[in-house]
């Protein structure tokens, strides 16, 4: 009976908290300019068929008759050096960043979240197995890391994704094991305990709840980043491959026509800078919101 009452007071303390967290949420400009942006991108990735001029320009078409055509009614963003209009282009390439930066950190989280919460439960030898494996992959930067596994493989979207998740498990597993060592002492965990609960009930149905403000405020800023380190690896030829419309891709194809041809980069180019920032900025929003600190 006690258990049980613990149990719902900690559970009605945490529903008043997220009513809070949305209240300020409404009351955080910076907040709602993010979410805007987030929205606006993944609206444009979805309804990109719709949405785009010339559908047919993100595929294998040339139009050598306008290559190179400035910014005008016809054309807002311009066209490339094989005629493509880079509007369309530019409102498809949010279809490949935004996906591959969800998917890269939600393999993360699937990976690093359960490593961290058995590291930081059971502790011992496990734990110490766990955190020496990941100070291993922490030991090269996240970029460095990814460059290597692009170099390794065959450059396609696929194994970007496998390049830039191969180290990114690391933080969440870190993260989840700090909230957890700080989490398994807690009042309701001892209350679950005493009526017998198992360690694994304990870990993920007690103990895992708990810790998802803090993974949803770090997977928020960093699919921004995860997009920024796709589009680098298009850059540099690594990432995804011509013709798919990717940013970094777009943005490579053009500098050797800077500065007369600026529109090839520079509108892919505020395509990521806007996407990352849109994500930053919502991201620090829910980290005051839930007063976490990383």
């Not at 987030?38 to 290559?67: E, N, Q, T, W």
């Not at 498990?169 to 679950?192: D, I, M, N, P």
């Not at 490579?252 to 007369?260: F, K, S, T």
Request: proline content about 5%.
């Amino acid at each position: 009976m006690l258990a049980t009452k613990q149990r719902t007071l900690h559970y009605a303390v945490r529903k008043e908290e997220v009513l809070r967290s949305v209240y300020r949420l409404k009351k955080s400009l910076l907040s709602l300019i993010g979410l805007a942006i987030c929205l606006g991108m993944v609206g444009m990735a979805i309804f990109a068929p719709s949405l785009a001029p010339y559908p047919r320009d993100a595929g294998k078409v040339v139009h050598f008759d306008r290559a190179f055509t400035p910014p005008n009614g016809e054309h807002p963003f311009g066209t490339d050096q094989i005629g493509r209009d880079i509007l369309s282009r530019t409102i498809y390439g949010a279809r490949v960043s935004l996906s591959l930066g969800f998917i890269v950190i939600t393999l993360a989280i699937l990976i690093g979240v359960p490593l961290g919460l058995i590291a930081g439960y059971f502790g011992g030898i496990v734990d110490t197995l766990i955190m020496r494996t990941t100070d291993v992959f922490l030991a090269l930067p996240s970029l460095v890391l990814a460059l290597a596994v692009s170099a390794a493989l065959e450059p396609s979207y696929w194994h970007t994704v496998v390049a830039i998740s191969f180290g990114w498990w690391t933080w969440y597993t870190r993260l989840v094991r700090g909230e957890v060592l700080s989490l398994k002492e807690e009042q309701f965990v001892e209350a679950a305990r005493s009526i017998g609960a198992g360690k694994f009930y304990l870990a993920f149905r007690e103990i895992l709840p708990n810790t998802l403000s803090v993974i949803i405020v770090k997977a928020t800023l960093d699919i921004g980043y995860a997009i920024l380190v796709g589009a680098s690896l298009g850059f540099l030829g690594l990432g995804v491959q011509p013709p798919t419309p990717e940013w970094g891709t777009m943005v490579a194809d053009g500098r050797q026509y800077l500065p007369e041809r600026w529109w090839v980069t520079t509108f892919p180019g505020l395509a990521v800078f806007i996407t990352v920032i849109g994500f930053n900025l919502l991201g620090d929003g829910l980290r005051d919101i839930f007063d976490v600190e990383l």
